[in-house]
């Protein structure tokens, strides 16, 4: 089984477990199932684009221990590696919105293939937008 199908396969499970999480991005029409509630430093969902699945991280710019702003890439060890996409915004809370608004610009960046992003395997952020 290629690692696109174990990595759809590993959304379809939670999307089954828990339908309930399961939201719709409201412009684009992605699934996607927030692992955190929205309003806090942090959100994280299990996002599904074009017949695969991404991991996105939203922090806000005050919870990030290195003061980053900006779009960032890594891959995710594992038995079907998967890409890591992380967006630090400059706003006090993640909201609804904040989330939607990045899964927009890593799309239009290539997400979700890897091949679009300097990213590395492991915790090694790397700069996913050109800028900095």
């Known amino acids: 089984m290629s690692q ?3 990595r759809l396969q590993d959304f379809n499970r939670r999307v089954e477990t828990s339908p309930s999480d399961v939201l719709i991005h409201l412009k684009k029409g992605w699934r996607y ?7 806090q430093a942090a959100c994280d969902a299990y996002w599904e684009i074009d017949h695969d699945m991404c991991f996105l991280q939203v922090w806000t710019h005050d919870s990030d221990q290195l003061s980053r702003r900006g779009l960032y890439a890594r ?3 594992g038995k079907a ?8 915004v400059d706003a006090p809370s993640v909201s609804r919105d904040a989330l939607e ?3 927009e610009q890593f799309a239009a960046l ?3 293939d890897p091949e679009a992003f300097p990213a590395r395997l492991g915790d090694t952020l790397s700069r996913a937008d ?3």
């Open 33 to 39: 199932i927030p692992v955190h509630q929205f309003g």
């Open 4 to 6: 696109r199908k174990q």
């Open 101 to 103: 608004t990045a899964m």
């Open 75 to 77: 891959i995710s060890p």
């Open 81 to 88: 590696p998967w890409l890591n996409v992380v967006a630090v």
């Open 130 to 132: 050109g800028e900095g």
């Open 110 to 112: 290539g997400a979700p």
